[in-house]
């Protein structure tokens, strides 16, 4: 049924991953100053597909490639994801990760140059995951080695005259960011984020905790981002998008312990129309504005609410950036009807991160899993990126200054002059190495089904492809045709596995632009 060869006709030959295998886990991939695996994307032949999987018994982007066949139903139980590629949704803007303040430090902590290089690489390049979305804090987030902003002193310098960035930023943000737009071969979209403006400019007078901006600070507030929009720039890095401040409910309910600010209804309605909107669109008005920043769960206040306030505040945003965690309790069709009268708004996920575990979990395809449901379906839900959080971590899952670990898919050990790719690596990779940048979402349906159901999202790529990732959480093996036209591609899903499907597009639509 199937051709399986590394190095054989129609395969590009490519470094697999040096396993290791981590008791009552999935295996981990390590990469050392003399070997890091990569992943080559096939180019899809005519009357052909190629598939590429992962899974927990240890495959990673293994490639499997077979003949398109005409379509025949077998029975009531031949399950099939029937693709209508002339139905289409949402652009696609990307997918990436989080260049933080302790990211940049374990990286440059890194001795080996060569593997300081395999890093970046292994997420930008062409032999990576292909990655073209960086999201960094403006200031210090939690993921720094202390709580600090741009302007700490002298207090209430409302011109801030004091502005510049930190060392933090000269010595791991900014070189690490320029490696990466160096390795990626498309454009790479930068989203800034504050965690907290300075102290003085809010009530509480601490950075922690619950605490608002003075209105007396709103439009110091906003020449806060633009002062290091023009910094960054001098540095010769360009931003994409900026978000009206990092999970604004930390600063309401005093949960975190973290750098946070919160808001009023009013007050954030009336900073987002009357001072962040006018200063950042004068400054640059390709720079796109994206609201909430928060979980999902707080739709209803950071728009619904501020909306009944501020209707103007449509008008402002570009998008809207959500965060991934609760969503296990948070249908992702919160967003689409929240959103349905905003067609102009667009949807990206800006943050994820595996934190159950208080740390790093070697191994975990719990989190693969948890990664993959979250991505299928909010790209189901006209999501047009996703963004996950730190690039890369230690073995404890920080530094971070209150202790807040959480996992990463690269883990860094440098005493051992190596790192770790973990199965949330290659969950990011089987989306953003295979649907590009202006891929649209197609309509996809099962059929034919008497197991359970299988997630799934389907793409029309530029390429004139069609791209399907599939997720099978049981423990047995599927065969699932996925029906285009009259055609068919036969693929084994094997249990407990991620995979990647490509092929030509060869359905007919004379609308379609992706020439």
């Not at 018994?57 to 029937?82: A, H, M, P, W, Y």
């Not at 640059?284 to 728009?303: A, E, S, V």
């Not at 065969?479 to 285009?484: A, S």
């Amino acid at each position: 049924m199937f051709t399986i060869d590394f190095h054989g006709e129609g395969i590009t030959s490519y470094k697999p991953c040096a396993s290791q295998e981590i008791y009552n886990r999935s295996v981990i991939c390590v990469c050392n100053a003399t070997y890091c695996d990569t992943i080559t994307k096939e180019t899809v032949n005519p009357g052909r597909f190629m598939a590429y999987t992962s899974s927990e018994n240890g495959l990673r982007f293994q490639k499997v490639t077979s003949l398109i066949e005409v379509f025949r139903k077998l029975s009531d139980c031949s399950t099939t994801i029937e693709l209508d590629p002339m139905t289409k949704y949402q652009t696609i803007h990307g997918f990436g990760g989080a260049v933080t303040d302790s990211a940049g430090f374990i990286w440059n902590n890194i001795q080996d140059e060569g593997l300081k290089q395999a890093l970046i690489d292994s997420y930008f390049s062409d032999t990576g995951l292909e990655y073209n979305m960086i999201r960094t804090p403006i200031g210090g987030s939690d993921f720094s080695s202390r709580a600090y902003t741009l302007n700490d002193y002298p207090l209430d310098d409302k011109e801030l005259g004091n502005f510049s960035l930190s060392y933090e930023d000269y010595n791991y943000k900014l070189p690490m960011i320029k490696a990466c737009l160096a390795a990626a071969s498309s454009q790479v979209f930068m989203v800034g984020t504050t965690w907290s403006p300075p102290a003085w400019m809010k009530t509480s007078g601490s950075l922690t905790g619950v605490g608002y901006l003075k209105e007396e600070y709103f439009e110091a507030y906003a020449n806060y981002h633009k002062k290091f929009l023009e910094e960054y720039k001098r540095n010769n890095i360009s931003f994409w998008a900026i978000t009206t401040t990092n999970e604004p409910l930390n600063g309401v309910v005093d949960l975190p312990d973290f750098n946070c600010l919160g808001w009023t209804i009013e007050g954030m309605g009336s900073w987002i129309v009357d001072y962040l909107g006018p200063t950042i669109k004068n400054y640059d008005p390709t720079i796109k504005i994206l609201g909430i920043d928060d979980q999902r769960n707080t739709l209803p206040i950071w728009f619904t609410a501020v909306m009944l306030k501020r209707p103007e505040v449509a008008q402002v945003l570009d998008g809207i950036a959500l965060h991934f965690y609760f969503n296990d309790i948070t249908p992702p069709s919160m967003a689409t009807t929240v959103l349905k009268d905003y067609p102009d708004l667009f949807l990206i996920s800006t943050e994820a991160s595996i934190t159950e575990t208080k740390g790093v979990d070697l191994g975990s395809w719990d989190g693969l899993e948890k990664y993959a449901v979250s991505l299928i379906q909010d790209l189901n839900y006209n999501y047009t990126g996703w963004i996950d959080w730190n690039l890369c971590l230690d073995t404890e899952g920080g530094p971070n200054w209150v202790q807040n670990y959480v996992d990463s898919p690269i883990v860094v050990d440098a005493e051992a002059g190596v790192f770790y790719k973990q199965p949330i690596f290659y969950a990011m990779g089987h989306f953003s190495k295979f649907i590009p940048r202006g891929s649209r979402r197609i309509k996809s349906t099962e059929k034919y089904n008497c197991s359970n159901a299988l997630k799934h999202v389907a793409f029309l790529t530029p390429e004139n492809t069609i791209v399907v990732v599939l997720l099978n959480e049981d423990n047995k093996d599927r065969v699932i045709r996925l029906k285009f036209g009259d055609n068919q591609a036969k693929v084994l899903v094997e249990g407990k596995s991620i995979i990647t499907v490509e092929f030509n597009n060869e359905v007919q639509d004379d609308s379609c632009d992706c020439d």
